[in-house]
């Protein structure tokens, strides 16, 4: 298999758990599928048809998958699609303690994420506290392993997976100003974070991509 591999990226429209897989194939200028099942929200429950009656096909019975060579091989589990990605399109690190690195801090987003789902079942205080103390304290740990090239990424002297995955991190609550309050004493990621918006094609992707609910 060489990096002339075709893509075809399988999820829901909308961001969810493709869309960092979507933005490394921006970055790295590689072209791909972006294939959506439709999903619509009625009487407060999630429709999606299509995928009801494709689902049984998917190894996992779970999206995002990612077909490759036109569905030779598939690829199950968002974290595996992208490190893979990341890993074709040189975006892991420059060796293999920046890779486990980087793989590392993306499992902390991973349980960052799961804090923030417990709180939000325990109610209004848990939340507060989840943003005032959990997020703050782990981008605090991931501040102290920032920018230590002083390249302005996250890790290394060019753009990796966790740049992305922490622009995505970011951006995942809808309380932007507790976000930013968490943020606050972070300036090498939120200069990530500002990178990551810049980088040109990452830029396009972002005013271009479908606008979606979730
Ligand atoms: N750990 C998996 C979780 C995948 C997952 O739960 N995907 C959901 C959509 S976000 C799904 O496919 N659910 C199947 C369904 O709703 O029928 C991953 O990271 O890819």
Redesign the pocket.
């Known amino acids: 298999m060489s990096s002339s591999s075709t893509y075809k990226l399988i999820?829901?429209d909308g961001r969810?758990?493709a869309e960092t897989s979507r933005m490394l194939f921006k970055a790295a200028g590689q072209a791909f599928e972006d294939y959506r099942y439709p999903i619509v929200i009625s009487g407060g429950q999630?429709q999606?048809p299509e995928?009801?009656a494709d689902?049984p096909k998917?190894l996992?019975?779970?999206?995002?998958a990612l077909e490759i060579d036109g569905g030779k091989y598939t690829i199950?589990?968002?974290?595996a699609?992208e490190r893979f990605l990341a890993r074709r399109f040189n975006m892991m690190g420059s060796n293999d303690v920046e890779t486990a690195i980087i793989d590392a801090a993306g499992e902390q987003i991973i349980d960052v994420k799961q804090a923030y789902n417990k709180a939000k079942t325990a109610g209004e205080d848990s939340v507060k506290k989840f943003f005032e103390e959990d997020l703050k304290k782990t981008f605090m740990a991931f501040e102290k392993q920032a920018n230590k090239d002083k390249s302005g990424y996250w890790m290394g002297s060019r753009l990796s997976l966790f740049d992305i995955q922490l622009y995505n991190l970011i951006h995942f609550f809808d309380d932007q100003q507790s976000v930013q309050k968490a943020l606050e004493n972070c300036p090498s990621l939120k200069a990530v974070h500002d990178k990551v918006e810049q980088t040109p094609e990452i830029k396009k992707w972002l005013d271009e991509r479908p606008q979606t609910v979730f």
């Open positions: 999820y829901f969810g758990l999630y999606r995928w009801d689902k998917y996992y019975e779970k999206i995002p199950a589990q968002s974290k699609i």
